[in-house]
């Protein structure tokens, strides 16, 4: 690799964008830290330069598009032409179908499929002039169907849909665009689920075990090994695929 890639981890302050953007900058690449507020973000850039790797904290709204145009303008300028991005913003809004709000649905809309919208438009020139490029969306098993989350699935099964087009679309110019698809990740936003519903997280951690056949739950590093691959210049003939890191076939 001639020069140091950069790459954009978005929703980067905690969780799978954490440990994404940590394994990225353990490959060598100088990652923008992207989350709501930049301060979030500064604890995960200071366990990158402490570890030798380079940084950037960034704060941007991913479903307001003059937000994410002053990120990539800021990422560019300060860490170069961003040819990797990691889409991974997201947030949960659940509620059954007769109780969801026209905004629960907005809000999720908003955030993972404009969001990842915004932010491969905002950065696929700089991957189609490197005539390199890396996009990798996270959906989820939820885009099978998920009891309480018709928002999410629906958000999450198009985030397949989007990125089998962008396959499409950018490929004759060297850039791949492949989808993640976590299971069970233990995070903060499932720590809260379990608490939503009032079940203490062992007890909510040993019973997806049990029916997940490597018989445990996911860790952020899992989604990053994937994720280090697929951003990976070895991993220039795989593109439009969904992976599914679950623990098992999916259902």
């Known amino acids: 690799m001639s020069a140091q890639r950069v790459a954009i981890v978005t929703g980067a302050a905690r969780g799978i964008g954490a440990g994404v953007a940590k394994r990225l900058a353990s490959d060598g690449m100088a990652v923008a830290v992207l989350d709501l507020d930049a301060a979030h973000s500064q604890v995960v ?3 990158i330069t402490a570890a030798g790797g380079t940084a950037l904290a960034v704060g941007a709204d991913v479903s307001d598009e003059a937000s994410v145009a002053a990120a990539v303008e800021l990422v560019a300028e300060q860490l170069g032409a961003p040819t990797v991005l990691v889409n991974n913003a ?4 659940d509620n059954m ?24 438009r ?41 990125t089998k087009t962008l396959a499409l679309e950018l ?8 989808a ?20 203490a997280f062992e007890d909510f951690e040993k019973a997806v075990a049990s ?41």
Not at 90 to 93: F, H, L, S, V
Not at 185 to 196: F, K, L, Q, V, W
Request: aromatic share 8%.
């Open 45 to 47: 850039v200071d366990e």
């Open 171 to 178: 490929g004759k110019f060297g850039v791949t665009a492949n």
């Open 97 to 120: 179908l007769f109780k969801m709000s026209v905004d629960d649905w907005d809000a999720v809309m908003g955030v993972h499929l404009r969001g990842a919208f915004l932010l491969a």
């Open 180 to 199: 993640i698809a976590p299971g069970f990740i233990e995070t903060e936003m499932t720590h809260a689920t379990a608490e939503r519903m009032g079940v």
């Open 122 to 162: 905002a950065t696929q020139s700089f991957m189609v002039k490197e005539k390199f490029g890396r996009i990798v969306n996270l959906s989820s098993t939820s885009a099978q169907g998920n009891r309480g989350q018709v928002n999410y699935s629906a958000a999450k099964a198009g985030m397949q849909g989007f």
């Open 211 to 251: 029916q997940t056949a490597v018989n445990r739950i996911g860790q952020p590093e899992d989604i990053a090994h994937t994720a280090s691959y697929l951003c990976s210049a070895g991993a220039g003939f795989v593109s439009g695929q969904v992976i599914y890191v679950s623990g098992g076939p999916a259902d």
């Open 90 to 93: 997201g947030i949960i809004r």
